[in-house]
């Protein structure tokens, strides 16, 4: 007998590093604090394609993911909620978003010392910022693969 699916929302979170600078995202939504570029991914898309997509559409960024932070699951009475914490660098020079649209209100880049100037969406943002600066361990983004692919691989 078929079991009920589980709702799963799923979300990709990304902390962008530029030498000794992170990225932050004035947001729209959320009392209009200061996080990462962040959103859900969307029907058909992977984790690393949101997580693209996100920090584009929030801080104008192209990005090159480098790693998996974390891949967090959540359990709840109504579904559960899934997060993968990207860590990625700038594709190019593209300076951040300034002029405000529906995704968010812009952007900028902050080095550790300056984040006690931007009120917050929680201690997430900083604590991130400090394992990346701090060299915390960073997974390959093979880590991530579609299901049905081989584990070992033949080359």
Not at 8 to 14: H, I
Not at 18 to 46: N, T
Not at 86 to 107: C, I, M, Q, R, Y
Request: aromatic fraction near 8%.
């Amino acid at each position: 007998m078929a079991r009920d699916p589980i709702p799963t929302w799923c979300f990709a979170v990304v902390v962008v590093r530029c030498d000794d600078r992170f990225l932050l995202v004035h947001e729209r939504k959320h009392d209009q604090l200061w996080y990462l570029p962040a959103g859900r991914v969307e029907m058909g898309e992977s984790f690393m394609m949101a997580a693209r997509r996100e920090t584009l559409e929030e801080a104008g960024i192209p990005i090159r993911i480098v790693g998996v932070i974390r891949v967090e699951h959540t359990p709840r009475q109504d579904g559960a909620r899934m997060r993968v914490v990207f860590l990625a660098e700038p594709a190019d020079d593209t300076p951040p978003k300034s002029v405000p649209d529906h995704e968010s209100l812009g952007a900028t880049w902050v080095r550790l010392g300056e984040l006690g100037s931007f009120p917050l969406r929680g201690d997430e943002v900083r604590e991130l910022f400090e394992y990346v600066a701090s060299g915390g361990p960073v997974s390959p983004t093979s880590i991530l693969q579609p299901e049905g692919m081989p584990y070992l691989n033949d080359d």
